[in-house]
Every structure is written in C-alpha cells, then in structure tokens.
C-alpha cells in the first residue's frame, strides 16, 4: 500500500468530480457525451483517477467495501474500454459522482480528516491549471 496520506486522495477525487462537471455541464445524454471526444476522453480519465483513489480509501479501512463497486467500474471502464456503455456512464455522472462526493464530504466530516495540506499540494501540484486552483480555492474556504 502507498505511503500517501488519505487526505490527498479524497481531494483527487474532489478533483476528478469537479472536472467530470465542467466538463459535461453542456451535455444533456450519454449519447452526446460519447459524441464529444475530448469530453468523453477526459471523463473516462477521471472515473479512473476517482476509481483508483476509491481503491486507496478502501485499502486504508476509511471505506466500507459497499465503495468496492466504484473500484469494478474504473476496472471495467479501463480494461473494457471498446464495450463502455455511455448511458452508465451518464448515470454515474449525473447520479452517482454526486452521491458520492457528499458521501466523502460526510465521512471526511465524522472521522475528522483536515484536508488543508492536501489543497495546499494540490495547489502546487495545479499550478498551471486555472480552473482546478479556483475549485481548490473554493474547497479550502469551506474550512475542510
């Protein structure tokens, strides 16, 4: 198992939900996500990121293994890539991911997990990145 702390994972995948967003925030279906190349392209990336993090958490003992299902799809979406079906994927975006993140936001809350330093890596680690700072920025003022 990695040495990385937790917290840096959960703001991963704060991150990758935030991007899936921006990225889809025009798009109404599954099938006009598939359509958009780069969208589709960039959001498959980060179910990937998120599924790999969720891995981490479970890994750690922070996730009950109910989260297991988050890691099978980052499996199925990476191995199975020529057989994705873009009406899931729709549905875990539009449901799933936000589900999920106030499910994060609620065990970040119980366990007491700081997040500060893992923004403030993050920060350094998106430095060019404009859009993902303004997210960061925005997360770190909800004294996470």
Not at 56 to 67: D, I, P, T, W
Not at 77 to 106: N, R, T
């Amino acid at each position: 198992m990695s040495n990385r702390d937790i917290s840096l994972y959960i703001v991963d995948i704060f991150i990758a939900i935030d991007k899936i967003s921006r990225f889809t925030c025009k798009i109404q279906n599954g099938a006009e996500l598939l359509v958009h190349e780069m969208a589709w392209d960039a959001c498959i990336r980060e179910l990937e990121i998120i599924g790999e993090a969720t891995k981490m958490l479970l890994n750690s003992g922070l996730l009950k293994s109910e989260y297991r299902r988050i890691v099978d799809f980052r499996n199925q979406i990476s191995h199975g890539y020529f057989g994705i079906d873009e009406e899931i994927v729709w549905d875990v975006i539009v449901h799933k991911l936000p589900e999920y993140q106030a499910e994060l936001v609620a065990i970040v809350s119980k366990e007491k997990i700081t997040l500060l330093n893992a923004i403030e890596y993050a920060k350094v680690e998106n430095e060019k990145n404009v859009q993902v700072l303004k997210f960061l920025t925005e997360l770190e003022s909800k004294k996470c």
